[in-house]
């Protein structure tokens, strides 16, 4: 496990006051599963999976579960939460399993306020639920400014929610709809050309799945920076990246082949035939362009030349100035 990331992972089905869901303990579980390790087996977050298959998710037991995730922490954290979300006159709450008419659970102020007193380098929210946007939208604020939302928070802190303030999330499938394509997005749907899934590709991913007759994905930060969530297969490794200057000086360079680049020997010519196949890589992940889009093997058969694309020469910048 990484010492430097925690995550909170909550799925609540059952509850004592509100109707019975079906896909949030699966919600939580896959989310905990996945969120554990990397593709490539590492470790990623240190887990705590609360679910209401195991125990009553009541006020007391997730109060003391988001404290013990904020206390005395100093890296990165991530907080899931997949249930009943409930709109008062006085905000939002995440819905508990004892939780009341007048108090369904806790109030999503008190997990903002937790993340403005922490001192966690950065923390994710990613919130399933009805009204979810109520999260990073205090109450004290609402209704203030013609009734625009007004977002308070921490640098540091980012949030992706299920639906907008005033909008009800869905299940379909066994899983929430939402969460459903989060896990799709951390499997590699969302992953950059490295293999990083971050918070706002995530929000990509799912912001497109979703259409204007369908419940409206949130998405806020306030960061400088956007960690990696998840690691999953490059399309392009690093160190092949980091050839990028070598091969084109330029950004703009051009490189030509002739027939000796698409020999099956893979030691013939100087090793070609191992450069062309980085080539195949490069083109592959959308980093490399021919001249009239044809396939690699009529560029080298023709003496044809290649060149990096507007993706290709973002990455190269990145090799020339030492970031990769």
């Known amino acids: 496990m990484d010492l430097n990331k925690r995550a909170l992972i909550v799925g609540v089905d059952q509850y004592q006051n509100l109707p019975t869901l079906t896909g949030c303990v699966a919600d939580a579980v896959a989310m905990n599963e996945l969120l554990q390790r990397h593709d490539d087996g590492s470790s990623n977050y240190s887990c ?104 308070l928070l921490r640098e540091g802190v980012t949030i992706l929610a299920a639906a907008q303030r005033t909008e009800t999330a869905h299940e379909a499938a066994g899983h929430g709809v939402f969460t459903k394509l989060v896990l799709g997005a951390l499997s590699g749907g969302a992953a950059d050309v490295r293999g990083r899934v971050s918070a706002a590709s995530i929000y990509a991913y799912v912001e497109q799945a979703l259409g204007p007759w369908d419940q409206r994905p949130m998405y806020k930060s306030y960061a400088d920076r956007l960690p990696p969530v998840r690691l999953c297969k490059p399309s392009v490794t690093d160190p092949l990246l980091r050839e990028l200057p070598k091969l084109f000086p330029l950004e703009g360079s051009v490189f030509t082949l002739d027939p000796s680049y698409e020999h099956t020997d893979p030691t013939a010519e100087n090793g070609h035939t191992a450069l062309f196949n980085k080539f195949k890589i490069l083109r592959n992940a959308n980093l490399l362009a021919t001249r009239s889009g044809e396939d690699l093997y009529y560029v080298a058969l023709g003496s044809g030349w290649v060149k990096l694309t507007s993706l290709g020469r973002f990455y190269w910048g990145l090799a020339n100035k030492g970031l990769i």
Not at 69 to 77: A, E, K, M, R, V
Not at 115 to 131: E, G
């Open 48 to 151: 705590r999976l609360l679910t209401s298959a195991n125990v009553p998710i009541t006020k007391d037991l997730l109060r003391s579960a988001w404290n013990n995730l904020f206390d005395n922490f100093d890296g990165h954290i991530l907080f899931h939460y997949s249930g009943h979300g409930s709109p008062t006159r006085v905000g939002g709450f995440i819905a508990t399993h004892d939780g009341t008419h007048p108090e369904p659970g806790l109030r999503m102020d008190d997990l903002l306020l937790l993340a403005r007193s922490s001192r966690a380098k950065s923390i994710l929210f990613i919130i399933d639920c009805c009204y979810a946007d109520n999260v990073g939208d205090p109450s004290l604020l609402q209704g203030t400014e013609g009734g625009q939302n007004q977002a």
